[in-house]
């Protein structure tokens, strides 16, 4: 018996009607459609999650410009706080690197983590800034510094709303990768679970109320 009659037997209807390699085929392609559906499905709940942090990286970076001038302004006024100064410019510098590492990692657990430490470091010395700013009303009243406090609490607010709209689309993928049966294939698909961005520090939770 050649290739040829064996290749016609198998094309031979069966009871049902159809050849006997019909059925597995069917079942084949409408798992090769599910899994592209899945793949693509995963890509687009991915970029949106992204393109939410691109959000955050330009606020952020916004911030990152508005705190070398604050503490310019307020070392006019209060040069002899160095520590406090200081420690608000190495918290900025820190901050910075992580948010430029995250930028590159979205989602990525560890840079997420980084990156809110990080936030965290950076609002605790900002707070404790403003709290020594009390003690200068001439600084208080400064033009160019209440223009920068005024930029630098609605840059705050924007940061807000921005990581809670990247928050939700990680949620959203997340929850997308996790559910049966697509949670079998995600690993493998290459889309691991994204990390929120949560911020340590609790006063952080919510943009700074900054009151003179």
């Given amino acids: 018996m050649n290739a040829l009659t064996l290749l016609a037997q198998a094309a031979e209807p069966n009871g049902s009607g ?43 970076k916004r911030r990152y410009d508005l705190v070398p001038n604050l503490v310019e302004t307020v070392k006019g006024y209060a040069a002899h706080e160095r520590e406090t100064l200081e ?12 948010a430029e590492a995250a930028s590159k990692a979205a989602g990525d657990p560890d840079a997420m983590a980084r990156l809110g430490s990080a936030e965290a470091a950076l609002g605790g010395a900002l707070s404790r800034l403003l709290v020594t700013v009390e ?33 939700d689309a990680v949620t959203d993928f997340n929850n997308a990768r996790s559910v049966f049966p697509a949670v079998l294939l995600a690993g493998a698909f290459g889309f691991p679970e994204a990390k929120l961005l949560e911020v340590e520090a609790p006063e952080m939770r919510e943009a700074p109320k900054v009151k003179f």
């Fill in 18 to 60: 159809f050849p006997s390699w019909a059925i597995p085929a069917a079942i084949a392609a409408v798992v090769v459609i599910w899994a592209i559906g899945l793949f693509n499905g995963l890509t687009r709940k991915r970029n949106t999650y992204k393109n939410a942090f691109a959000q955050i990286d330009v606020q952020l």
């Fill in 135 to 167: 003690r200068y009303p001439e600084l208080k009243a400064n033009a160019n510094f209440l223009s920068l406090q005024e930029e630098l609490t609605s840059t705050e607010n924007k940061v807000s709303f921005a990581r809670q709209a990247y928050n």
């Fill in 87 to 98: 420690a608000v410019v190495k918290a900025r510098n820190v901050a910075a690197a992580a």
